[in-house]
């Protein structure tokens, strides 16, 4: 049997990147600012990398660099996080959680009225359809008969076949 140890330091260029991170944190923005200029001065790409992360990476304009967007916040809205938890007075939240379990049926209903109404929509304009449909067919029938019926004589003296071969038979 064998064992194996790990002697390298696990994270690597990761690791060393947010420890960077976590140390710049602590200077606020003024810090993120001074490692930019910097940057830009002694390797520009650097700087430019910085700059962009900064920019797109972090939240440059919020109160302090250290503070982190919640991944709630992104699909809930930043106030919907805040609603979920408790506030510490047991009326109002028995009252909030009352009232969003009352919304939260409403929009069931509404949801299974919208669906309803879909349907019916659906099932009127499918119908519709079909009444055209089989209006059109009876006329286009009707009319094919009368043809056929003032087409018989002149295609018996002629010695023509009669109307009610396809195009194309003999």
């Known amino acids: 049997m064998y064992s194996t140890t790990h002697t390298a330091r696990s994270g690597g260029i990761r690791n060393a990147l947010r420890r960077a991170e976590s140390w710049l944190d602590q200077f606020g923005r003024k810090g993120w600012i001074a490692a930019m200029v ?17 920019i797109w990476g972090k939240q440059m304009f919020s ?4 503070t982190r967007r919640n991944p709630s916040d992104a699909q809930f809205g930043r106030h919907a996080w805040h609603a979920s938890h408790a506030t510490g007075n047991t009326a ?33 304009e499918f119908d519709t359809f079909m009444e055209d449909r ?5 006329m ?12 018989e ?18």
């Open 38 to 54: 910097l940057a830009f001065i002694f390797v520009w790409p650097v700087g430019l990398a910085l700059l962009a992360y900064m």
């Open 63 to 66: 109160r302090s660099c250290s």
């Open 92 to 124: 109002f939240d028995s009252y909030k959680a009352e009232a969003l379990r009352r919304l939260e049926e409403e929009q069931a209903a509404f949801e299974a009225f919208l669906q309803r109404l879909r349907t019916s929509k659906d099932k009127s």
């Open 134 to 138: 089989a209006r059109a067919n009876a």
């Open 140 to 151: 286009q029938d009707a009319s094919d008969a009368a043809e056929a019926a003032s087409a």
């Open 153 to 170: 004589p002149d295609a018996k003296a002629a010695g023509k076949p009669a109307s009610d071969s396809r195009p194309g038979e003999y």
